[in-house]
């Protein structure tokens, strides 16, 4: 076990601990940097996706994990940034200033749109932004003349400076950008963790009532995560348009908001690991069953349903079993190591609790 | 005329919408969560009944099966909370939330491999007939879930305010370790409760399935009734029904008055209007408590 003696606050807020946690991330940074000359490209698309679903993952985490407001209208917002790239594109605008304008104007539309639903709490947020996601679906359909309405859209070439990344004929490029992006990403979230503003979200998570005491601003803040929430998944969606090569109304439908949900409570809910540890699964769940299925029942035999229905069972089981996800087990396993043979098993253990009514308030 | 019409078949719809309703108002009373699952109760009730009354499964007598997929399905409800939704007891909302998200997942896949995925219809006595007042035609399934719609919303609400069981559900959402001091046995309450709204669902997936055909995805008529447990206000059994209604008329006037793409939007666009400016329904529950 490692014991940190800290002497002062710059000390206490270091992204990295001490110098083994820094090895073992630059570590697996240099992995990430060297698999194109490791994997084929069929793997490598499958880990872009991967990192992709992550950054998306790292959005709602940011609104749900951290500050405790349930969304189920994601998908919503990861349409808007990829429609908001490709027009401006489209438009003649560089790829360099497009995509993160995209993801900037996802933002703001998260902003505008959180004001009047952020008044909500619990169930009325999660139904409004389940609205919001069936509401997305139509909106594309009526705005055509931009949107492509069903027909969909077509995500021209990448172009940085002359330099030219396209998904299928140079997947390893485009796994460079991706990981570029899901570095910066993850940076600015933690960098968020450590300022006043990680602070207050936390805050308003674990109570309102004592984050008003301690001087935040309830509503505010509850604005900034959305909006700064939003910005994150437009970008996963931006690339999201790229990877899947077109898009139309139907891609970003509920399906897929409630799997950004799942994803990050099998992760492990309020953890950046946890984006990255349910995008794994929600990757690569489709290909492992696709395998089993074809080894137990044979190739060619469709089971509609299948991947949904497995994806829940999982869910309920950690839920019910392991609520802190699979962030959450190996920090169980982690400690049982460094403290053995001293580890005990009620370390873990939640605090009981009662609810109560939100309708007398 | 053409608008009578239009508002009678909306009444039905909105009957359907308002006995979905009716469930996820039950357990939110009852226990301050919300069943996101409960569209796939009614799916999953009225494929049992299906299961126990069509000719090419159970063939049994529709009115011996509707009572016994009913209680198949109370009995459905009380397991499912006794096994999975009691462990997550004193829970925040949002965990049953997702719980219950992805039991809907699970439900649809079974409710697939079991009846597979072709739209069937029950073989029903209620869906024989039209009844012609005038000029407006209206199908006996229409009337008959009309009826039981409103005498199910009288009882559920009798039941609620006047009996002891009622009561101590009430009491038990308010607040669940003051109705343990009562003496209340929380935990069980939550169960009945729960098996109350699966018999809900199931009465629900009789009568929709005897006006149209269903498949393992009509439990996404769900999300319609959210719109009217909202605009109802959520805990209140009346205002399910209305909200049901009010839903349920607005969308054929939309179907007929507005532009195509626009009608599909109308429900939503409600609910979050409602939301918005009246955030806790039209029949709001919510008191401010004074100290």
């Known amino acids: 076990m490692r014991i940190h003696f800290k002497t002062s ?15 073992i991330y630059g570590t697996l940074l240099l992995l990430a940097f060297a698999l194109p000359y490791l994997l084929d490209e069929f793997f490598l698309g499958e880990v872009t996706n991967v990192l992709i679903w992550a950054i998306a993952g790292l959005g709602l985490m940011l609104l749900t994990g951290q500050t405790g407001q349930a969304s189920l209208g994601h998908a919503a917002f990861l349409a808007i940034g990829c429609y908001a790239n ?62 492509g309405g069903v027909s969909g859209k077509f995500p021209e070439m990448i172009t940085i400076f002359g330099f030219e990344i396209e998904r299928w004929s140079m997947p390893s490029r485009f796994y460079y950008l991706v990981l570029v992006v899901t570095i910066i990403c993850t ?13 207050a ?103 509609p349903g299948l991947e949904t229905g497995v994806f829940g069972m999982i869910l309920i089981l950690f839920i019910l079993f392991e609520p802190m996800g699979i962030y959450g087990r190996w920090l169980k396993i982690r400690t049982w190591f460094e403290l053995f043979p001293f580890a005990r098993k009620d370390m873990f253990r939640r605090q009981k609790s009662y609810l109560k009514t939100e309708r007398l308030r | 005329m053409e608008v009578l019409q239009l508002l009678v078949s909306g009444l039905a719809n909105g009957c359907v919408y308002g006995l979905i309703a009716l469930g996820f108002v039950l357990i939110y009373k009852a226990t301050e969560a919300v069943n996101f699952a409960q569209g796939d109760f009614m799916m999953i009730g009225a494929f049992v009944s299906l299961g126990l009354t069509n000719a090419e499964y159970m063939d049994l007598p529709f009115w011996i099966a509707a009572p016994l997929a009913i209680s198949i399905m109370a009995v ?74 409103f005498l199910m919303t009288f009882f559920l609400y009798q039941f609620f305010q006047r009996t002891k069981l009622g009561l101590a559900m009430q009491a038990a959402s308010q607040n669940q370790m003051a109705a343990y001091f009562m003496g209340i046995p929380v935990k069980r309450v939550q169960g009945l409760v ?25 439990g996404l008529l769900g999300i319609k009734a959210f719109a009217a447990a909202v605009i109802g206000g959520f805990g209140s059994l009346p205002g399910a029904l209305a909200g049901g209604l009010i839903v349920g008329v607005i969308e054929p006037f939309a179907a007929r008055y507005l532009a195509a793409g626009y009608s599909q ?19 709001s529950q919510v008191r401010v408590k004074k100290v």
């Open chain 2, 265 to 283: 939007i109308a429900p939503y666009a409600l609910l979050l209007a409602v939301l918005v400016f009246r955030p806790h329904g039209l029949f």
């Open chain 1, 86 to 147: 490709t027009i401006l594109i489209e438009q003649g605008v560089p790829f360099i200033i497009a995509f993160p304008l995209a993801g900037v104007l996802t933002g703001v539309i998260g902003v505008i749109i959180a004001i009047p639903v952020l008044r909500l709490h619990g169930i009325y947020l999660a139904i409004a932004t389940i609205a919001l996601s069936v509401l997305a679906d139509d909106i594309i359909v009526l705005t055509e003349p931009w949107s």
């Open chain 1, 187 to 199: 940076l600015f979230y933690r960098n968020l963790l450590r300022s006043p503003l990680g602070r």
């Open chain 2, 194 to 218: 729960w098996g109350l709204s699966g018999a809900t669902a199931a009465v629900a997936g009789i009568l929709f399935a005897s006006k149209g055909a269903i498949d393992p995805n009509a």
């Open chain 1, 201 to 303: 979200f936390a805050a308003v998570r674990d109570s309102e009532v004592s984050a008003t005491a301690m001087g935040v601003h309830i509503a505010r803040t509850k604005g900034k995560a959305f909006g700064l929430s939003c910005m994150i998944t437009g970008w996963a969606g931006a690339l999201m348009g790229y990877y899947a090569g077109t898009f139309n109304n139907e891609t970003f439908s509920l399906v897929i908001s409630i799997t950004l949900l799942m994803m990050i409570v099998i992760g492990g809910l309020g953890s950046i690991h946890g984006a990255f540890f349910g995008a794994v699964v929600v990757a690569f769940l489709p290909q492992a069953l696709s395998i089993l299925k074809d080894n137990v029942v044979g190739s060619g035999v469709a089971i």
């Open chain 1, 9 to 23: 606050y710059a000390h206490d807020i270091r992204l990295f601990p001490d110098r083994w946690t820094l090895s």
């Open chain 2, 76 to 149: 459905f409800g009380y397991l499912l909370d006794l096994f999975v939704l009691r462990h997550l007891f004193g829970q925040s909302q949002t965990a049953v939330v997702i719980l219950t998200i992805a039991m809907g997942f699970v439900l649809r896949f079974v409710a697939g491999l079991i009846w597979g995925h072709e739209p069937q219809t029950l073989e029903s006595p209620l869906a024989l007939g039209d009844l012609h007042l005038g000029s407006v035609v209206l199908g006996m399934a229409d009337v008959a879930i009309i009826i039981v719609t």
